[in-house]
């Protein structure tokens, strides 16, 4: 065990240095950030080329890369045009997003899972039909009509939830967003809990249990739902880095202030330092949650053992 | 409980319209109408892009704070446009080029700190000097030195600027490099805001949380998401808050915080999205308000460009001007917020200011035949597409180019004459521009920075001047604004200015579009609300109940 | 047999792209375990494959007898017909100009010969939906080609051949699966002037080609292992044989699942990239526009957001039916 999360968390170094560089390059590819620092005129040409001085961004792309680097190991993320320190908006951002994908998976994970359970075991029968059609119209609009719509509907026609989220991000606010967030996952776990229930209903140690005499809610959480889990688990846990970076619409739509937020403010204003941050943060998220289920696969199917 | 207000609030607004003070009060906090001047109210901010020093800050949402935290020598009155004394006892000059500066005493910083004429060529010196990154920089470059605190290229070789110089406590002169007979009107520009010493000890902590010596103080500040502004019972202005303060609330997208004010989570919101437009009636009535600010849109052409910048050239720009329907489009997509220009210039001038409604003239009325005939004797449009030129994630601009182009290509009777041509970011859009990498028209917005004709004028078509972006160069042109701000005589300065404005016209320089107003929508609980020239709310006078 | 190194197959990774490739990628993989598993009671197909009735029939043979029966698969696949055929000739059921606009009309609503009304700008809106399908048919079925063959060939031959040119790419899908992918499309095509429909299908390539790549690499190794595949080899049978005649029949149908269903979420993307505004560019008349140019008038004028997003839903749930619908009849286990 020791030995493969070690193995895995090598692994991991060519990955990040590779989706870093990767991100790196592309959001230079968006050209000089400080014409749009000057409103509706040219920079002064000595103002800009201290800014460009000052930002790094005189150097050759791979120098940049290497600095910026070298300084993340350190723990500095750089500054924002904005004079923040990028760690500070960190700070403050990640905690939203934490919540807002808490909620998103939450809702993942109750109603997702119960549907799916409840549709394989009655495959076929209306109610099963009802869902599928349901999480397929899901997944077929996209999330910003969803969002808008609920907004309007519940924020302003009806009143029943504020249409924007306040800077504090409480839970009980995040709940309409979250579930917009999670909206399309929430199809795809229900479909993905279907499938894998219906497969091990017939499977023999199901049979063997129910030969057994064992009462049918045992049968189903212990023995069915424990196998049918791990595709779940799967998705769930690398749907998190997705979550967390997917908020781009979620949280522009809700105003809320967290890690899409910053996203889109940085590469709208052609920020590196924020965007390269951000994403190198999420490039770790989503290795660690990686790793994580794939740990957790032990814990489901005691077959699996690692070496 | 909306009904009990509601008379109060539309008698207050009727008022407004009036351009009464009725709902105003004077200096007191207890006059008027609704209000107990404790309650505070939330308005719809956007983060400002820049940090908050003064000289850094260039755009409007950075602008609204300032506008509250800090008072400079002069004041533009937030209805009439006028500069007017602030904290300045007087501005002398005999010749246009020396002033001398003697500022009100009693004036404090909200830390206690006394305003002196040191805290404000400190200040000066400050946004002036190259190694300080201050975007407002060129605000200083008349001022005698700046090219020595501010090389174009290489490094600075003074800290201070030869021309600014304290006499006393309360007094300094400014020695300009050449005759400017409207300098002391740009003083009420923000980059000119005095600076407490604070700001240049401990700068860090300055910018964590500015102090200055406006009618608020900010009580605490979440970089990219909220300020809470509160009233400052010690400020020394006439102009005192209204009401107890005020919080600014970060929205990424305008259309969720008209939403939140219909819901009732927002109190003010300023820019009003344009799809939103036509409910504002049904679901405001009357706390909307939608008055001229100093803002024209206008579409200009790349003069680099061989195409743009021959004979006949002139005859295709006004053949494309004609082809614009602005009634229209300003009735339909901005729902009258926006009023067809006819001049290049703003109706907030005044007509004494320089304004000059019709001086477009037949070339700004909409006119499909003789649009098509124009742009035939001009050569036809080059390469046989207009595409404009837009950034695509501010300002729902996509929707009034695609209206200009529709217009064009209705009246063109080619329905691939003109096409939108959005870049995806602003700072991409400045990129293009600056690089001269534009082909065809492109959308070009001006803010004034100050009322003054010369401000609409000079940075836009002078030769080589900092918001020239199409590079337009008429000799005539620059004379004239040469002679203009030589003359002391301010009408007469004017009438130059608006003799320059003719050679404008006369090539088309740009296609002036339309002057935008300021819109802004508010809750029940606020009366009094206004917005000055510059689209900013008048937040000081605005009453919360 | 060269060993494996075990790793759980990791069948999904979430990269934001509405994670509907992840889901069906994850389904496919189950699927793809299965008909090997099977494969162990009756041949999994290919032309060694016979059936238990002696008569040689394929997993393709009975896939197609099942789909032709099934009302799910005939509606979509009437769906996809009758789309593509307007896309080809729109003018079939739509007589005016989709750029042909008059602001006078602008948010109007149904009248006589214009069942859908106007949009924003006085542009007939049905036209334009009509006129849209073209574009949002053809980026999704171009996002989805490119990514199929370069995704499945990069797998295939990873999976094949194993070692480090496995490894290798493993890792570089890591590293395109760590990159969300909304992000991605804001950062790569904020650049992009041209308003061709290439820059958006380029992109979605780019970005979604380790979704197939990972299903492509786990099918080919699980298609090795069969007992056949382990004859052929013995029998002396070439790599380019074994590759083209065994491996690529058996684990093609994973891919063709995940393909299918992937499409209709490349055409919501494209939506997803207009709203945020790097999607295809005015004159292109497509989908994604009208919508996000109607959601900020979701409160006046619904109808103008009605007809194209219904349009996109059908098109999308037409071809995640079809997806659907492939992967039961592939499936032995279900059968």
Not at chain 1, 226 to 254: H, K, Q, Y
Not at chain 2, 102 to 115: C, L, P, R
Not at chain 2, 387 to 407: F, L, P, R
Request: net charge neutral.
């Amino acid at each position: 065990m020791g030995r493969y999360v070690i193995r895995r968390l090598l692994q991991m170094i060519p990955v990040f240095i590779g989706a870093t560089l990767l991100i790196f390059l592309m959001v230079n590819v968006m050209g000089d950030p400080i014409a749009g620092l000057c409103g509706e005129r040219q920079c002064d040409p000595a103002t800009a080329a201290q800014l460009k001085r000052e930002f790094g961004l005189d150097k050759p792309v791979w120098q940049q890369y290497l600095t910026y680097m070298g300084n993340v190991f350190t723990g500095d993320f750089g500054t924002a045009f904005t004079g923040q320190k990028v760690t500070e908006l960190m700070s403050t951002a990640f905690p939203v997003t934490i919540r807002l994908t808490v909620v998103a998976i939450v809702f993942e994970v109750v109603i997702g899972i119960t549907l799916g359970v409840l549709t394989g075991l009655k495959r076929g029968r209306p109610i099963d039909t009802t869902v599928l059609l349901l999480t397929l119209v899901v997944i077929s609009v996209p999330t910003f009509v969803t969002g808008l719509l609920l907004q309007l509907l519940l924020g302003v026609e009806w009143g029943w939830i504020k249409p924007s989220v306040s800077p504090e991000a409480t839970f009980s606010e995040l709940i309409v967003p979250g579930l917009v967030l999670a909206s399309v996952s929430l199809a795809y776990v229900t479909r993905l809990t279907r499938t894998s229930i219906a497969e091990n209903r017939r499977s023999d140690y199901v049979r063997t249990a129910v030969a057994k005499g064992l009462p049918r809610h045992r049968v189903i959480i212990r023995h069915l739902l424990r196998n049918s889990l791990i595709p779940v688990v799967t998705f769930i846990g690398t749907d998190i880095g997705a979550l967390m970076g997917g908020a781009i619409v979620t949280e522009r739509i809700f105003n809320i202030h967290g890690v899409g937020y910053q996203l889109y403010q940085g590469i709208v204003r052609q920020n590196t330092q924020t965007v390269v941050g951000f994403v190198t943060v999420l490039v770790l998220v989503f290795l660690i949650a990686n790793l994580l289920v794939d740990l957790l696969y032990a814990v489901l199917d005691p077959r699996i053992r690692y070496a | 409980m909306r009904g009990a207000t509601h008379a109060k609030w539309a008698a207050c607004a009727a008022a407004v319209a009036l351009a009464a003070t009725a709902c105003g009060g004077g200096g007191s906090s207890d006059s008027g109408g609704g209000g107990d001047g404790s309650s505070v109210l939330s308005a719809s901010w956007g983060d400002p892009q820049n940090p908050l020093e003064p000289a850094n800050t260039n755009e409007v949402q950075g602008g609204k704070v300032l506008d509250m935290v800090f008072r400079g020598l002069k004041r533009y009155d937030p209805k009439t446009g006028k500069a007017e004394d602030m904290l300045a006892d007087k501005i002398d000059t005999t010749d246009s080029q020396n002033f001398t500066v003697t500022i009100k005493s009693g004036w404090k910083f909200s830390n206690g700190e006394a305003v002196t004429a040191k805290s404000f060529v400190d200040a000066w010196n400050y946004g002036a000097s190259l190694k300080n990154n201050q975007k407002n920089a060129y605000f200083f470059g008349y001022i005698e030195g700046y090219d020595k605190v501010h090389p174009d290229s290489g490094s600075q070789s003074a800290t201070t600027l030869t021309g600014l110089k304290v006499t006393g406590t309360d007094t300094f002169t400014i020695k300009l490099t050449q005759k400017f007979s409207t300098f002391p009107d740009t003083l009420g520009y923000a980059a000119y805001s005095p600076l407490p010493s604070t700001f240049f000890s401990d700068h860090a902590a300055w910018l964590k949380k500015p102090v200055g010596n406006g009618p608020y103080t900010i009580s605490s500040y979440t970089k990219g998401s909220q300020m809470k502004l509160v009233k400052w019972d010690g400020y020394t202005g006439t102009d005192k808050a209204e009401n107890g303060g005020v919080t600014l609330k970060v929205y990424t997208d305008n259309n969720t915080a008209y939403t939140d004010l219909m819901a009732g989570n927002l109190d003010l919101v300023d820019d009003i999205p344009a799809s939103q437009l036509k409910n504002v009636k049904s679901d405001l009535g009357s706390r909307y308000i939608n008055t001229p600010a100093g803002i024209i849109q206008t579409l200009a052409f790349p003069y680099y460009d061989k195409n743009w910048n021959k004979s006949g050239s002139e005859k295709v720009r006004t053949g494309l001007s004609m082809a614009i329907n602005r009634d229209q489009i300003t009735n339909t997509i901005f729902q009258k917020t926006r009023t067809p220009a006819t001049d290049w210039t703003s109706p907030v001038l005044g007509t004494e200011g320089g304004f000059q409604d019709g001086l477009c003239g037949d070339a700004c009325k909409y006119n499909p035949t003789e649009a098509k005939k124009l742009v035939q004797e001009g050569g036809g449009i080059p390469g046989g597409q207009v595409k404009i030129t837009y950034n695509a994630d501010t300002g729902s601009h996509k929707e009034w180019v695609d209206a200009v182009c529709n217009s064009i290509n209705n009246a063109l009777g080619n329905d691939k004459a003109c096409v939108g041509n959005p870049v995806g970011t602003f700072a991409d859009f400045r990129n293009q521009i600056g690089q001269h990498k534009m082909t065809g028209p492109f959308r070009a917005g001006w803010q004034m920075d100050y009322p003054l004709i010369q401000n609409f004028l000079q940075p836009l078509y002078y030769t080589n001047a900092s918001s020239n972006d199409g590079q337009w160069s008429n000799k005539d042109f620059d004379k004239l604004v040469d002679q203009a701000n030589a003359e002391t005589d301010t009408s007469k300065a004017i009438k130059l200015f608006q003799q320059a404005e003719g050679v404008v016209r006369d090539n088309m320089a740009a296609i002036p579009l339309w002057y935008q107003n300021g819109s802004a929508g508010y809750s029940d609980r606020l009366s009094n609300v206004a917005l000055n020239p510059f689209s900013v709310p008048v937040y000081n006078e605005i009453k919360v109940s | 047999m060269p060993e494996q190194p075990f790793e759980p197959e990791r069948a999904i990774a979430g990269t934001g792209m509405g994670g509907a490739m992840d889901l069906a990628a994850s389904e496919a993989e189950t699927l793809e375990q299965q008909s090997s598993a099977a494969s162990g009671g009756r041949a999994p197909g290919g032309p060694e494959g016979t059936g238990p009735s002696g008569k040689p029939h394929s997993l393709w043979s009975d896939a197609w007898r099942d789909l032709r029966r099934n009302p799910v698969f005939i509606i979509s696949a009437l769906v996809i017909l009758f789309l593509v055929v307007i896309s080809l000739w729109p003018s079939l059921i739509a007589s005016g100009n989709p750029l042909k606009c008059d602001l006078a009309k602008a948010q109007e609503g149904s009248q006589p010969g214009h069942p859908f009304g106007y949009d924003g700008q006085g542009c007939d809106v049905y036209t334009r939906t009509v006129y849209g399908t073209r574009t949002s048919v053809t980026v999704g079925v171009l996002a989805t080609l490119g990514v199929a063959i370069f995704g499945s060939v990069l797998g295939g031959l990873a999976g094949f051949f194993g070692g480090v040119w496995d490894s290798i790419l493993s890792r570089l899908t890591d590293i395109f699966f760590a990159i969300p992918v909304v992000l991605g499309g804001l950062v790569l095509l904020s650049v992009v002037t041209s308003n061709t429909v290439w820059p958006v299908i380029g992109f979605m390539v780019l970005l979604g080609w380790p979704q197939i790549s990972r299903i492509a690499r786990g099918s080919v190794i699980t298609a090795k292992q069969n007992d056949y595949v382990q004859a052929a080899r013995a029998l002396g049978a070439s790599n380019s044989r074994l590759l083209l005649r065994h491996i690529t029949p058996n684990a093609v149908a994973p891919v063709i699942v995940v393909a299918t269903i992937a499409l209709g979420t490349y055409i919501s993307l494209e939506a997803t990239l207009s709203y945020l505004g790097v999607g295809l560019k005015p004159p292109t008349v497509s989908w994604g526009i009208d919508i996000s140019a109607a959601s900020q008038y979701i409160r006046n004028a619904p109808h103008m957001l009605l007809w194209p997003a219904g349009a996109l839903a059908i098109t999308v749930l037409a071809f995640i039916m079809l997806g659907d619908a492939v992967r039961d009849a592939l499936d032995p286990k279900l059968r």
